[in-house]
């Protein structure tokens, strides 16, 4: 009997876990109790993370579709047939006409992190489509803008704050999002422990909320104006602190100058919120010195997403808790992905580009996946006639899914990665079977880059490959070399991740992968640090509170205040929800996840359901402009009043052979968010707000 130590790589709560088996045979997944950043805590999806790897429904070969549907080849044969068909396309219609989709599991998997650059390189194409124009554009927008780069992205000091204002977020059960922050609900009691205060905003009395000291409804599609007020306060009431941020931030008149008009009544009207708790609420966090505003998918999921991020950090950088102990500060992580890429002293583009159909901004030369179809379907230089699928499954989680997965029946050829037929990979002409978790070595670049606490670990595989698979970085660089017409280049992960080890900031203290390895648990770097004045990538070294780009669009957010009506054929606004037991498109494929009862439900309030003479447990219709869905209703006070909220992830069919608990009940909310509702700010698509109706 053995143990080994690994952290999860499923969500980003990098959560260190103690597998005890014997040969394969896995007796136990625990908490790992001398992680130094989890300390033990471990969620349910870590234990399913055996069941991905024995599961008879996993892809253990490579197939190509036939007349008589797929059936298995050799990997030779599909990475030729795969690289044949890419230059086929590439040559006849140029080399953006064959587009990229990375799914959300490639920020979980160093493999692909560190091979996939040579291998979009080798492509050419400029069609690159991912999951980050679904999700979180808005905070590597803002970044770009008032910090210089778009990865220097700030998180909350959760364990020594004194007060924390959540504002579409749920991280008791995200464990953090765009945040790595496990043992989540004991960091929240220690806050409330030490005389510290939760508040939550959200159009959901979520879980998080249930723990707060208080959860205070707000209208979906609001927040930019609250936060405004908000700020407004902090003007009026002379309560601006810059702290040692002083001779460092630029823009400050301008944002007093646009501030005056949002008011906390004109807001109160707007977000449902009494002026007078924005106004004590926005008096409390001064009071309390030490104090954090958390913003995340309700906010940056929505039609004015980017100036919800970036008055966020307005907020806290005005109320002097930015980059300070207790409020929003910078990991300092041993592989810092800004240095491979810094930004400082680079030349700058003089505007942002846009993309081919409908002119939406590329940001770190993505076009918003919402617009995936159009280029598909518009016909022109550049239209994309093949698709490279690594990951992902934008037929469930892009908006309108249907659109989408029509819009891929027009294409000359599709390769996916994948470790299970989905409803996007049963499209393709080739698919590439990948490993799963434990059959991989992992160090966490992405999210040890958003870390409450500065530490560093290696996780060995715990099983050599299961079947006829590759790891995924071996796809890549097969591809690669194949593209190139040159040998592979024999690197491995574990190569470049001890020479980044070596260029980081800890190399001076002897940090190196060797030194990793002898550290099975994670190697405690300490808490975070005041260091933005370090890692600015700014040219003049200062954090700009106010680039043209947000000043324009507040235009936007004016006129659309000014236009607001009631839409008396989609009466309601629904909002998205995660679920502790599942996590995106893929994790329904584990029984001990999906077992139970329904969780793919509609939560709707108790009046709402009156007043359409509607029950728990009932199934109702749900339209809205781009499709319909029938799904069960939940009756629950825990929703506001005139909106609803559907679970993300759900929709896989039988077809596509995912064990879906339920399968019949499992509904897609892609099937109702609209491609056509973006952030015309970042890109980013608007899946919060969308406009239903609902009936027996």
Known sequence: MQKHYRTCNICEALCGIEITHEGENIISIKGDKKDPLSRGHICPKAVALQDFYFDEDRLRSPLKKTADGFKEISWNEALDFTVAKIKEVQSKYGD?????????????????LLFMRPFIKALKTKSRFSASTVDQM??????????GHSILNPVPDLDRTNFLLVMGGNPLVSNGSMMASPDIGKRLRSIQERGGKIVVIDPRK??????ADEHLFIKPESDAVLLLAMIHVLIEENKIRLNHLKDHVTGLEEIKKLAKKYTPEKAENLTGIKAEKIRSLTLEMVAADKAVLYSRMGLSTQTFGGLCIWLSNIFNILNGNYDKEGGMMFPRPAIDPISFSPKKGRPKHKSIPVSRVRKLPKYLGETPSASLADEIETEGEGQIKALVCIAGNPVLSVPNGKRLEKAFEKLDFIVCSDIYLTETSK????????TSGLETSQYDITFLNLAIRNIAKYSPALFPKKGNVKHDWEILAALTARLKGQENSGQSPEMLIDMALHMGHYAKEGLSLEKLKAHPHGIDLGPLTSCLKDRLQTDDD???????????????????????????????QMIGRRLLRQHNTWTHNSHRLSKGRNECTLLINPKDAERKDISSGEYILVKSRVGEINVEAEVTDEIMEGVLSLPQGFGASKKSKMKVAAAQNSVSINDLTDDMRVDALTGNAALNGVHVDISK
């Open 96 to 112: 953006n006409a064959v587009a990229t989709f990375l799914g959300n599991p490639n920020a979980h998997n160093v493999g692909n």
């Open 138 to 147: 808005p905070h590597h927008v803002a970044a770009l803008h008032m910090l």
């Open 206 to 211: 979520t879980e998080t909320a249930k723990k």
């Open 542 to 572: 200062t954090v700009r509170l106010a680039p043209q780009v947000f000043l324009d669009d507040l235009k936007r957010l004016d006129e659309s205040i000014q236009n607001k009506t009631l839409n008396d054929d989609f009466p309601f």
């Open 427 to 434: 499209h393709a002409d080739i698919i590439f079977p990948a």
